[in-house]
Nanobody, 124 residues
Framework: VQLQASGGGLVQAGDSLRLSCAAS????????RAWFRQAPGKERTFIAT???????YYGDSMKGRFTISRDNGKNTVYLQIYRLKPEDTAIYYC???????????????????WGQGTQVTVSS
């Protein structure tokens, strides 16, 4: 399984952005898909998970401006980010897990596969 994250770039504060994570090598429609981010010098932080049955979980500080969605026909998961802020600057990673406990969705070690990340830089 390979995950390819894309859609990052240099944006202005207040803009919106949609990131994509395309999977190849296996149909991941029965997998749980997630997004994390990592800012320079900081730990990887949980943003959101969408389960195989479309239940969505968000990190506490991520509710409101982030929306996760999936298109099983394209084997792709998306992360829509609204009203971007300079503190959103980070590398955004996508991940996938075949099985996951819902109380553990924020843990990086629960995911089986990771994409390479896409850089998002927000200028003020």
């Amino acid at each position: 399984v390979q995950l390819q994250a894309s859609g990052g770039g240099l944006v202005q504060a207040g803009d919106s952005l949609r990131l994509s994570c395309a999977a190849s090598g296996r149909d991941l429609r029965n997998y749980n898909r997630a997004w994390f981010r990592q800012a320079p010098g900081k730990e990887r932080t949980f943003i959101a998970t969408i389960t195989w049955d479309d239940t969505k979980y968000y990190g506490d500080s991520m509710k409101g401006r982030f929306t996760i969605s999936r298109d099983n026909g394209k084997n792709t998961v998306y992360l829509q980010i609204y009203r971007l802020k300079p503190e959103d600057t980070a590398i955004y990673y996508c991940a996938a897990a075949e099985f996951i406990r819902t109380d553990l969705v924020s843990r990086t070690d629960e995911y089986d596969y990771w994409g390479q990340g896409t850089q998002v830089t927000v200028s003020s």
